[in-house]
C-alpha cells in the first residue's frame, strides 16, 4: 500500500486539485486509491457529495483496513505539523511569498527525513519571478503541471481530469500524461 501526504500549510496552492486528480492518475494506472480529506469542509469531500467520482473520498480515517492501495490524504491549510508518512507530495504556486511558505515547509519536512515530491502548478510565466522559481524548481528536480483551464473546468462539475467529459478540453491530454508521469514516478520507480 502507497501512502501519499499532500501537504503546504499555505492555502490554494492546488493540494484539493493534486489529490483528486492523481487519484485519478492512479486509477488510470490499474491502482485503487482513496482520498482522505483531513478537512472537514474541505474540497475533496465536495467533490466526492456533488461529483460522480470513480474513487472514495472520506473525510476521517477509516477505523479497518480501507479497500485501496493507494490512500492520499489532502491536507487541510495552516496545518504546519509535518504528516506522518514518509512520501509528501507539496504543490506550490510560484509567487515570492507563496515560494517562501513552501520553502519554510519544505526544510521542516526534509530535517524529518521526509521524501518530498515537489509540483510547481499554475504558472504565470509572463511573470519574470515566477518564471524563474519555477525554472529553478524544476532544475532541482520538481515536475511541472502548467497553467491550465482544464482543472476549473473539471472542479466546476466535480470531475477528475480523466473523465470522459473532458475528452476534448483544451490541453487535456497534456495534463492527463503530465499526471500519470508523476504517479508513475511515485508508485513504480517509489521516488
Ligand atoms: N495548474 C493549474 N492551472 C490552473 N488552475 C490551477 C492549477 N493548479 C491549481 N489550480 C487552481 O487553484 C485553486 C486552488 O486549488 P486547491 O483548492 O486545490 O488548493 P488547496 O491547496 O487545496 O487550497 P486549501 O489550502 O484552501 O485547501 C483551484 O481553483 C485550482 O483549480
Ligand atoms: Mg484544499
Redesign the pocket.
Known sequence: MNIIDIW?P?????????AINLAGAALELGRKPLVICQ?PQ??STLYYKYGKLPFEVMSEVPKSKPDADVIIF?H??SDWDVPQGNLIVM?V?PSRDQYATYLDAYKKAKAMGKKIVTIV??TQMQRPDEKSITLNLVDKGAFW?????V??RA?TDYLTIFDDELNRAYKVKERRRELCQIMTEILVKNI
Open positions: 503546504n499555505k492555502g490554494g496552492q492546488g493540494k484539493s486539485m493534486f478537512d474541505g474540497t489532502d487541510q491549510a504543490p504556486k502548478t499554475d503541471v502548467p497553467s491550465s483551464g482543472f476549473s472542479a
